[in-house]
């Protein structure tokens, strides 16, 4: 999540109806040396959702990804996915 998201969710209060899906696609920097294979300048695809109890939420934003994946032709042979808690 992002600290806009959060400050946008927070400002609103209880106006907005849960659960709240949200996506965008930013370009973004990151704030290192450019390496092989890793520039500076990409673009990256969030998604969040905010309202439920669970894993239900992850395992829908999984399900989203994974599906693009596959509509785009990529296979796991192509792309991994890595999950992480923090």
Same mark, same amino acid.
């Given at each position: 999540?992002t600290?806009?998201?959060?400050?946008?969710?927070?400002?609103?209060?209880? =106006?907005?109806?849960?659960?709240?899906?949200?996506? +965008?696609?930013?370009?973004?920097?990151?704030?290192?040396?450019?390496?092989? @294979?890793?520039?500076?300048?990409?673009?990256?695809?969030?998604m969040?959702?905010?309202?439920?109890? =669970?894993?239900?939420?992850?395992?829908?934003?999984? +399900?989203?990804?994974?599906?693009?994946?596959?509509?785009?032709?990529?296979? @796991?042979?192509?792309?991994?996915?890595?999950?992480?808690?923090?």
């Amino acid at each position: 999540m992002t600290p806009s998201l959060a400050r946008m969710v927070l400002s609103k209060k209880r =106006g907005l109806p849960l659960p709240l899906k949200w996506f +965008s696609f930013p370009q973004c920097w990151r704030y290192e040396r450019m390496t092989r @294979g890793r520039r500076r300048e990409h673009y990256q695809w969030n998604m969040d959702v905010w309202g439920v109890e =669970g894993i239900s939420a992850e395992a829908e934003l999984l +399900s989203a990804i994974t599906s693009f994946f596959k509509n785009v032709g990529l296979t @796991g042979e192509d792309v991994g996915i890595k999950v992480n808690s923090r």
